[in-house]
């Protein structure tokens, strides 16, 4: 998908000026970029990065509802006694 995005000039030339140093295009730096800042907001970035990310969920997540709602009655009941 094609989006556009708007730099001032100064912040384009030095973005130009990075990539030729690093050997590399525009759009791959962007790329780079985008991926980390979705890493950084905890949002899998590829397949790969999904399927770790659902490995790594608590029991209690994978379970679904059900059991998250006995638990609560259970602290509910609790707090009552």
Do not use: C, N, W, Y
Not at 31 to 51: C, M, N, Q, S, Y
Not at 54 to 78: F, I, V, Y
């Amino acid at each position: 998908m094609r989006k556009l995005i708007a730099f001032d000039e100064d912040t384009f030339d030095k973005l130009k000026q990075l990539a030729r140093d690093r050997m590399g295009t525009i759009q791959e730096m962007a790329d780079e970029a985008f991926a980390d800042l979705l890493r950084k907001h905890g949002i899998p970035v590829d397949l790969k990065d999904a399927l770790r990310k659902s490995a790594s969920l608590p029991e209690t997540a994978a379970k679904g509802p059900k059991t998250q709602a006995k638990a609560t009655r259970s602290r509910a009941r609790k707090t009552r006694s």
